[in-house]
């Protein structure tokens, strides 16, 4: 059963923004509000993908900036739409961060 943002944040008493900030790690977001969120859900599986790997110039975040987000622990891959680079490697992450 696939459950939206809005049914999230309706369990949650939250908005559908604030239930994204979460899952974003926004610091916008009060440790107890987080806290919240994460026990009518649990921790938000997602992965960060980051497409174009082809054209990395083009990339509004820099690979210093995905470092640091992968040392905070998130789970954060480049891919090729264009070649499927990645693609497979994105999903897998993806299933197995679900699954858990």
Known sequence: MRVTMREVATKAGV????????????????????RRVEADCGP???????????????????????????????WARSSSARTGEGVEDAFKDLAVRVAH
């Open 15 to 34: 908005s559908a923004m604030t239930v994204s900030r979460v899952i974003n790690e926004s610091p916008r977001v009060s440790d107890e509000v987080r």
């Open 44 to 74: 938000l599986p997602f992965v960060l993908l980051v497409n174009k790997n082809d054209l990395q110039e083009q990339w509004a975040i820099s690979d210093a900036e995905l470092d640091d987000l992968r040392q905070k622990g998130w």
